[in-house]
């Protein structure tokens, strides 16, 4: 059972324009909710987070919009640049039992000039 | 400091050989994590620990074991190895359960024939 869905898949994004991933989830004990960027040959690295307390977090260009009630989340890149093409992965995780993070299953982007 | 480290970064093997992977961690983190990554799947919680000693299972913990005899190492093990374990797998560290971000290491990618 997926538990976090995120989409789209792949996304191709020109120069100095916005793109937005979604993800949703099921399991409403989540109270945290982080997005992770992945670049080819490393591993994942914590982008931007958010608490189900606020609905919306912005740090830089990237924003996270938080929708409690529909369950579901999306990170918005502000001007995307060659640099931001990454996989970016969402995630959700609940107090106790490990602190364990439940993944999407990634949405590759591509900026193109 | 170094962060995360694994070892090795590479490896081929045959059906039914076996093999360890090691993590080690010199943040002084209490929880640790394996996940494993395939295309289209996100990555998935193989077994995390969260203290010397501990060990629990994640979501997809079947023909791997784990053990964590020193806080900062954690070692995954597969008996017999099978092509289906063909994947990337990454260790991860979170500080203690009162923090959810997880650093990940750089991966090993690893080939079962």
């Known amino acids: 059972q997926q538990q976090v869905k995120q989409s789209p898949q792949s996304l191709i994004v020109q120069k100095g324009g916005i793109s937005i991933i979604n993800c949703a989830y099921e399991?409403?004990?989540?109270?945290?909710f982080p997005w992770y960027q992945q670049f080819p040959g490393k591993g994942p690295a914590l982008l931007i987070a958010?608490?189900?307390?606020?609905s919306e977090k912005k740090e830089g260009r990237f924003t996270i919009s938080f929708n409690k009630s529909a369950k579901q989340f999306s990170l918005h890149i502000m001007d995307s640049q060659p640099g931001d093409s990454a996989t970016y992965f969402c995630?959700?995780?609940?107090?106790?039992?490990?602190?364990?993070?439940?993944f999407g299953t990634g949405t590759q982007l591509k900026v193109e000039l | 400091n170094a962060g995360v480290t694994q070892t090795p970064k590479f490896r081929v093997l045959k059906t039914g050989q076996s093999m360890t992977l090691l993590c080690a961690q010199d943040?002084?983190?209490?929880?640790m994590y394996w996940y494993r990554q395939d295309p289209g799947m996100g990555l998935r919680l193989i077994h995390y620990?969260?203290?010397?000693?501990?060990?629990a299972k994640g979501e997809v913990p079947d023909g791997y074991n784990v053990s964590r005899l020193k806080k900062q190492n954690f070692l995954l093990g597969l008996e017999s190895a099978a092509p289906s374990q063909t994947s990337v797998y990454f260790c991860?560290?979170?500080?203690?359960?009162?923090?959810?971000?997880?650093?990940f290491g750089p991966g090993t990618r690893l080939t079962v024939t």
């Open positions: 995630a959700a995780s609940r107090a106790g039992g490990g602190n364990k993070l439940t």
């Open positions: 399991n409403t004990a989540f109270d945290y």
């Open positions: 958010i608490r189900p307390d606020v």
């Open positions: 943040m002084n983190h209490e929880y």
């Open positions: 620990s969260v203290g010397e000693g501990t060990t």
């Open positions: 991860a560290t979170t500080r203690d359960r009162g923090r959810y971000e997880q650093y």
